[in-house]
């Protein structure tokens, strides 16, 4: 479920310290009812290559457009992502967490972890059309239990960037997120 962008920018999330150049473009409530102590789980779970499978056909049909656009275009190579075109987001962190734990990266899609603690974990991704970040944060409900959070953050490159982003933003809120979210409820018993 979509919640308010009040709910990431107002938790004293330690990203806050090293996005401010990025926009923030989304906040999802994840349904990964938990303990405090469930937020790596939930990253390795996320990341294995049998439980991050996106099963809806309209999603799985956008994601195969977007690949091979981005291969006939150039989008994707890598002189066009992280190191090459961007920093990443690692050399911007203070001294403790760039000695603690990274994280898990993705089996299947090009995200790499970027930090990981008990209650923040951080991926990024970059290419000709955007550098994008996506926080995951691990809230308290108040009565001992815990979910996941998802915050999408994004720096576009240039115009192209842009109008990609605004191109795409109608398939993200209606249905790359919304079936990403069912994904995870379904999958999240089954992370270990």
Not at 50 to 75: C, P, V
Not at 115 to 125: A, G, K, M, N, Q
Not at 176 to 191: D, F, N
Request: net charge neutral; glycine share 8%.
């Amino acid at each position: 479920m979509r919640i308010p962008n009040s709910e990431f920018v107002e938790r004293p999330w330690r990203v806050h310290d090293f996005v401010k150049d990025f926009e923030l473009e989304d906040v999802w409530s994840l349904p990964t009812p938990g303990g405090p102590d469930d937020l790596e789980r939930f990253a390795r779970g996320f990341t294995a290559p049998d439980t991050n499978e996106i099963s809806n056909f309209a999603t799985k049909t956008l994601f195969a457009i977007r690949w091979r656009l981005g291969k006939l275009l150039g989008w994707d190579q890598d002189d066009k992502g992280l190191k090459k075109r961007v920093v990443t987001l690692r050399d911007r962190l203070p001294e403790d967490l760039r000695d603690g734990p990274r994280g898990p990266d993705f089996a299947s899609v090009p995200f790499h972890s970027v930090y990981l603690t008990d209650t923040e974990w951080v991926s990024e991704i970059a290419n000709n059309t955007v550098h994008g970040l996506m926080h995951i944060g691990w809230v308290s409900d108040g009565d001992g239990k815990y979910h996941g959070q998802m915050a999408v953050l994004v720096k576009p490159n240039g115009k192209l960037g842009k109008f990609y982003m605004a191109a795409i933003k109608p398939l993200r809120s209606s249905i790359v997120y919304p079936q990403l979210i069912r994904s995870i409820g379904k999958s999240w018993p089954q992370y270990t």
